[in-house]
């Protein structure tokens, strides 16, 4: 028989149980939740977030998707390297993959790797607001990206750096393949197909600090930004030759460069745009003149 003492007691003995459970499964969801953070650094938030969610299943698994794909290095990296000590180099490299990736996460890019000096993103996948509008984010994000060098640049010479990073940027809109590759044990979430390959040739075709886009990207983007055909290249590997454009400003930029003011008695207007280097010196002395008199 029980006693009221050995009841007690064998409660007693349940909740330290229960305490200790407790303990330990929060003691694991803890360090779950410190694994998951550690691993989500391997991988794009946008990825990351589609697979812990459900959404995307960890399988071989692709699909044809149309996408922007963004490719940017660093010109002369190889010569650099001969040039600084690797605890520089690293430093500098560092600074600058986690200010363009910053960036490129702001205007919704999926990170697809880095190669050595190089960033490869993407964007329409795993997800979308449109082609056109993922195209016009993808070259927004470049703008902001090659601001921010000229920042960068100031940084590094402040810090004792004469030769800082000059980086060009290529675009190109078109479908790929995007999925899971890889085997049952190591998965690695990226593009492949002709259009990577191409944003790649024409990242190596830009000049220092330029942003050159293909036929494809520009299409999408002329209401939006303004741009200058550059020229129609062979890229190694494509058989015809290829459109390319560089892109120089927000349509919205230009807008602010145009003047069309009309008063009683006063009327004014002009395209900066459209005026050489006489004419806005004419138009200098004119104004100027014009001012005395009021």
């Not at 149309?66 to 600084?84: A, E, N």
């Not at 191409?198 to 930004?225: G, H, M, W, Y």
Request: charged share 30%.
């Amino acid at each position: 028989m029980i006693t009221g003492m050995q009841m007690a007691l064998i409660k007693l003995q349940e909740e330290a149980k229960n305490r200790e459970n407790l303990i330990e499964e929060k003691s694991k969801s803890e360090m779950l939740e410190k694994l998951s953070t550690k691993l989500s650094r391997y991988l794009s938030p946008q990825v990351y977030q589609s697979i812990f969610s459900g959404e995307q299943d960890v399988t071989l698994t692709s699909k044809r998707k149309k996408l922007t794909i963004f490719f940017s290095d660093i010109i002369g990296f190889t010569d650099i390297t001969d040039t600084m000590e690797s605890e520089d180099l690293s430093n500098l490299l560092n600074d600058y993959l986690n200010e363009m990736t910053l960036i490129a996460l702001k205007y919704g890019a999926t990170v697809d790797k880095y190669i050595g000096d190089s960033i490869m993103l993407f964007f329409g996948d795993p997800y979308s607001k449109g082609v056109k509008d993922d195209a016009i984010a993808c070259v927004n994000m470049a703008l902001d990206m090659n601001e921010r060098m000229s920042f960068l640049h100031k940084k590094w010479k402040n810090s004792g750096f004469t030769k800082p990073f000059d980086v060009r940027i290529g675009i190109h809109t078109g479908y790929c393949t995007v999925g899971n590759f890889g085997s049952k044990d190591r998965l690695e979430y990226t593009i492949i197909g002709s259009s990577v390959n191409l944003a790649s040739r024409i990242e190596s075709s830009a000049k220092p600090q330029e942003i050159l886009i293909s036929n494809e990207t520009q299409l999408l983007v002329s209401d939006s930004f303004e741009c200058k055909k550059s020229k129609e290249i062979m890229l190694k590997g494509f058989k015809r030759p290829v459109s390319l454009y560089v892109v120089e400003k927000k349509i919205k930029e230009i807008e602010k460069e145009l003047l069309d003011i009309k008063k009683n008695g006063f009327e004014l207007s002009y395209n900066i745009n459209e005026l050489s280097l006489d004419d806005k010196s004419i138009l200098k002395e004119e104004l100027s003149s014009l001012i005395k008199n009021l």
